[in-house]
């Protein structure tokens, strides 16, 4: 299966390690969605490279036009990597009714926005469910775009495919924009 990421990419990084497309960023966790870096380190990424780069403008909705400096982070340019997933590895839907019912969640505790709740039910995943290799979630963004939040056991299970710089002019950037309603400067 093929996913996507976006992170602050350093061109010259060995995939795994700070800076590359397979590296989990352990040390710089604690405020995402799912994050526990005291049991593990995670990965953010989505099924359509659309979904990974609307996750990484959104913070700038509302700014009316993206200019070119939104695509860095920490002084790296943002890069859209293809990630393959080993089609028989086992992620928790949560996207999936019954497993919802099954692990005692309702949709709106899946999509808060209070960490403390998300944080909480991952980390119940992550010792309940020694084999999943992470959870399968709707954005908050449009809850037809599909992410996964993929725990560092899931390392052996990723291979990366290719990396490519994200520009203003990219269509993941543009078609992003306009899901989030901002214009490409």
């Known amino acids: 299966m093929n996913l996507w990421r976006v992170l602050p990419w350093r061109a010259q990084a060995p995939p795994r390690e700070s800076g590359g497309a397979l590296w989990f960023p352990r040390g710089l966790q604690g405020l995402g969605r799912h994050d526990n870096p005291d049991r ?9 490279a659309v979904a990974a780069t609307a996750e990484a403008l959104a913070p700038f909705r ?20 293809r990630l393959e997933l080993d089609d ?8 999936d009714p019954r497993v919802l019912a099954g692990r005692g969640l309702r949709p709106s505790r899946v999509a808060t926005r209070t960490r403390a709740v998300t944080q909480a039910y991952a980390a119940r995943v992550f010792d309940e469910v020694p084999l999943a290799l992470g959870l399968r979630w709707w954005s908050t963004l449009e809850a037809s775009l599909i992410n996964l939040t993929l725990f560092d056991r899931a390392a052996p299970h990723l291979k990366l495919a290719d990396v490519e710089l994200l520009a203003l002019g990219h269509p993941a950037v543009l078609e992003a924009a306009e899901l989030l309603g901002l214009a490409c400067r």
């Not at 593990?40 to 359509?48: D, I, P, Q, R």
């Not at 509302?62 to 340019?77: E, Q, S």
């Not at 028989?88 to 996207?95: E, F, I, R």
């Open 40 to 48: 593990y380190g995670c990965l953010y990424v989505s099924e359509a």
């Open 62 to 81: 509302g700014a009316g036009a993206l200019a070119p400096g939104v695509l860095l982070r920490a002084g790296l340019p943002l890069a859209l990597a």
């Open 88 to 95: 028989d590895a086992g992620t928790v839907n949560l996207d």
